[in-house]
C-alpha cells in the first residue's frame, strides 16, 4: 500500500508556503552558500550544485539538485531517524524517474547517520548510502539482491538550515522500548467499520522495525484513561515488528493502558503503556513512558 506521508502534509506543507521563489535569496540559513554536498549515484560522482534545509520542530528537510539535473531529498527527525529518502534521476529517454528508500524497516537497506547536529549555528551533517527503489512500498522486491533492481546512492552533505515555526508544534510519539529511545511518527492511517464505529488507526513508524497504531473510534474519542488487551477493538494500541524472514510484519499481543488529555478535529494527544508479546514464541517487549500527539 502506498503511504499517504503525513509528515510532508501535516509538517512540509509548512516548508512550501514558507518558502516560496520570492523568499530572500541571501538568506544564508535556506541557501547552498557555504557547506558542502556530495553525491554518488548509481556509481557516479555527481555535483550537487544547489541546495536548501529546513527545520521544524524535530523534522528536517534537506533538498539537492546536480548540475545534471538530478534531485536528491531527504526527511529525518533530530534523532537521526529517516521519515523520506529519494531521487528524481534522469533517465536515457529523458523522463524523470523517481528512485526511494524502502517503506518498512528502512534501515535495514539505508544507512543514514546523523553526525552533528548545531542548532546554534543552524548547520546539520549526515552522511549515507544505500539502495533505493522504483517503489519503496513493495517490501517483496526490495529484498531482491539483483543490482538492476536497484540504484545504489551514497554520499554526505553538511549544510545551514533555516529554522520554521509548525502550524501544530509538537508532533510525534514518543517511547522507551524495552529502556531504549524509540521516536517515531504517524505517516499513515487507515478507517475501517466494526459494528457501527468507524475506527481510524494511526501507523506511527520511523526507519526501524517497529510498528505502533494508535487505534481510536473516528467519530468519538473521549479524553480519559482507557485499559486494554488485543480484544479491544479500539482506544489501544497496536504493535508491529516486521521479520525479515518473511517481509511481513509479526502482530503482537498486547496489554497496557492508553490516555488521551487532548482531542480536537486536528490532532490527538496522550500518553500509553504496554507489554507486546510475540504470539508464536512469547517473547515480550516492554514499552514505557509513551506519549504520543499525531494528527488525525
Not at 534501515?107 to 544505500?130: C, D, M, P, Q, Y
Amino acid at each position: 500500500m502506498i503511504k499517504i506521508k503525513f509528515i510532508a502534509f501535516i509538517l512540509f506543507t509548512v516548508l512550501i508556503t514558507s518558502c516560496s521563489s520570492g523568499d530572500d535569496s541571501n538568506d544564508n540559513n535556506n541557501q547552498s552558500t557555504g557547506g558542502s554536498f556530495d553525491l554518488v549515484y548509481n556509481n557516479e560522482t555527481k555535483k550537487v550544485s544547489s541546495w536548501e534545509a529546513k527545520k521544524i520542530d524535530d523534522y528536517i528537510q534537506v533538498e539537492g539538485v546536480t548540475s545534471d539535473g538530478i534531485g536528491v531529498n531527504f526527511v529525518f527527525n533530530v534523532y537521526g531517524n529517516l521519515y523520506e529518502g529519494f531521487t528524481d534521476g534522469i533517465s536515457v529517454t529523458s523522463s524523470v524517474v523517481k528512485h526511494e528508500v524502502s517503506d518498512v524497516f528502512t534501515s535495514n537497506t539505508f544507512t543514514f547517520t546523523l553526525e552533528e547536529l548545531n542548532t546554534a549555528n543552524k548547520t546539520v551533517k549526515v552522511k549515507f548510502s544505500g539502495k533505493l527503489y522504483e517503489h519503496g512500498y513493495d517490501y517483496e522486491a526490495n529484498y531482491i539482491t539483483d543490482p538492476t533492481k536497484f540504484i545504489p546512492v551514497s554520499g554526505a552533505f553538511t549544510v545551514s538550515y533555516k529554522d520554521l515555526t509548525a502550524d501544530i508544534p509538537g508532533l510525534g510519539t514518543f517511547a522507551k522500548l524495552d529502556g531504549k529511545d524509540w521516536h517515531g511518527m504517524s505517516l499513515d492511517s487507515s478507517t475501517e467499520l466494526i459494528g457501527f464505529d468507524k475506527i481510524t488507526t494511526l501507523n506511527v513508524e520511523n526507519d526501524g522495525e517497529y510498528s505502533l497504531g494508535i487505534v481510536f473510534p473516528k467519530a468519538d474519542v473521549k479524553t480519559g484513561t482507557f485499559p486494554f488487551t488485543s480484544n479491544a477493538s479500539y482506544n489501544r494500541i497496536s504493535f508491529m515488528k516486521f521479520d525479515l524472514a518473511t517481509h511481513e510484519y509479526v502482530v503482537y499481543n498486547v496489554s497496557g493502558t492508553i490516555t488521551y488529555t487532548t482531542v480536537n478535529d486536528v490532532y490527538v494527544e496522550g500518553t500509553f503503556s504496554l507489554t507486546a508479546t510475540n504470539p508464536v514464541n512469547n517473547s515480550k517487549i516492554v514499552i514505557t513512558n509513551g506519549k504520543f500527539k499525531e494528527g488525525r
